[in-house]
């Protein structure tokens, strides 16, 4: 039987500590952002700063530059990647202290600009709207190669012929459509993706071949529950939207980017998924190189729980390491 609030307005989600939808389209959201303020880290010398990509109560982006990119004066151009956080799909923030200290990390062991996008969460935005956010973004970096963008930092200082895109969780699904949209349009200004960077992603469904998720009943129920709030009208947890290796879902081998690297830890329930993605492309006919890397008995979102970790810090190597490939 639903729930009703004072005013009469029903429950259909409620997640304990994580967020409450009502009909009425009304969001409840539990799970506080940590902010943490732009700047430059003492830590790596990274420095950051906010910026707006839509205008009025669109979206904005974090950008992250690393030292090699002004080092001894010079005006160096260095990778981009463009990053989604998690939240599925409707927490989150790119503006999240943990997410932020990521950030830092991966813009100075990439020696890359980092562009952490601030995207519009659903069910407010729903899937597959927010997509379009994902797409907005990497076109707005995109317009930069004319040499006469909006942003100071990624005129002077990208390297727009290697433009990479990746996220984390929900974030790695949606950098996942990004990179599938940019096989069937162009970007603009002759700027391509040139790699896929997936960490613990958020994909649903699947066949036998990922029954080694073993994912536990309580977590998939809620799972399942989740999933048609944020993405009203969908077919179910074998929708192509959340899970791309579904029958009937658009081919792989259309995936519009040369490089593709899948994180996943050892525990995450959602393992399998990231596997049998990797295995779904190798055999799809993608003209294209993938990697699998797993952090050893480590579970979802470890990274951004417990950044000092030896696995934390591995994975952030073995992520640098394919940014900075050619």
Known sequence: MSETDAAGDELILDAPNFIRVYKSGRVERFLPVDFAPPGTDAATGVSSKDVPILPGPGMSARIYLPVTATAGGQQGKVPVLVFFHGGGFCLGSAFDAAVHGHANQLAARAGAMVVSVEYRLAPERPVPALYGDAWAALQWVAAHAAGNGPESWLTAHADLARVHVGGESAGANIAHHAAMRAGAEELGHGVRVGALLLIHPYFLGGDGASESDE??????????????????????????????????????????????????????????????????????GWHGEVGVWEADGQGHGFHLVRPTWLEAEAQVRVIAQFLGRP
């Open 215 to 284: 994912m536990g009943m309580a977590m998939l129920r809620e799972l399942v529950r989740l999933w048609p709030v944020v993405c009203p009208g969908t077919s179910g947890w074998e929708d192509p939207w959340i899970n791309p290796m579904a029958e009937g879902a658009p081919s792989l081998a259309r995936l519009g980017c040369r490089r593709a690297l899948v994180c996943v830890g050892g525990r995450d329930p959602m393992r399998g998924r990231g596997r049998l993605y990797a295995e779904k492309l190798m055999a799809s």
